[in-house]
């Protein structure tokens, strides 16, 4: 079974700019979730999508935006991107028959603002 | 959610047990703990979790005190390629925070 994949896996941007990010989940699950990781602050929780709802959210800007479609792969959007935004970027599925199961992380990708 | 605590670094030798302890004094009743590790610009992989008993399987035992207070991830005999970050975390909270990084040591 192919793992979580995300896409591009390397990014830089330039402050102001905005960036999109994928996430495609392993098959048949349903839940997605992305993290921010940073050196300074860990692994910080960004928001999770369960059948094209977002159902938890972290505590960060609006700037930070994403969606699930229906075949459950997600897409994250940083608008307005700043310096503090460079980061390795993770997403996570899990099945979700119960609530928070194992999550399966992707490689991340990792994103550069100059 | 649960807030748990552990130790900012660990080391251990090779071939020795590494024992990783993770106080989560406020979990709940019906909220497992789950262990996780990160080897250097990976993504996470998960590890074990467990509720109230010990949990064992093929990369560590997980031992849980009766109150549920804390618990310790063992890798029986750590190997080089154990070098990681050690994140636990309880079932129903969204951040991992910083874990434990553990070196494993020739």
């Known amino acids: 079974k192919a793992g979580v994949t995300q896409t591009p896996r390397y990014l830089i941007k330039t402050r102001g700019q905005q960036v999109t990010l994928s996430c495609s989940p392993i098959s048949g699950h349903r839940s997605v979730s992305w993290y921010q990781q940073t050196p300074g602050q860990g692994l910080q929780f960004l928001f999770e999508?369960?059948?094209?709802?977002?159902?938890n959210k972290g505590n960060f800007p609006g700037r930070f935006s994403g969606r699930q479609f229906s075949n459950s792969r997600s897409e994250m959007n940083v608008s307005t991107l700043e310096l503090g935004d460079s980061a390795l970027y993770l997403c996570a599925s899990s099945r979700d028959t119960s609530y928070q199961e194992t999550q399966y992380f992707g490689p991340g990708t990792r994103l550069l603002v100059l | 959610d649960a807030k748990t605590t552990q130790p900012t670094s660990m080391d251990c030798a090779e071939g020795r047990a590494a024992n990783l302890p993770c106080n989560h004094s406020t979990i709940s009743g019906n909220e497992y703990v789950y262990w996780y590790r990160q080897i250097h610009s990976q993504g996470p992989q998960y590890i074990i979790h467990g509720l109230k008993n010990n949990e064992t399987n093929e990369m560590a035992s997980l031992i849980i005190t009766e109150d549920r207070k804390s618990s310790t991830l063992i890798l029986p005999h750590a190997t080089l390629r154990d070098t990681a970050v050690y994140y636990c975390i309880s079932q129903y909270a969204l951040n991992f925070g910083k874990g434990t990084s553990l070196l494993v040591t020739p």
């Open positions: 999508y369960f059948s094209e709802t977002q159902r």
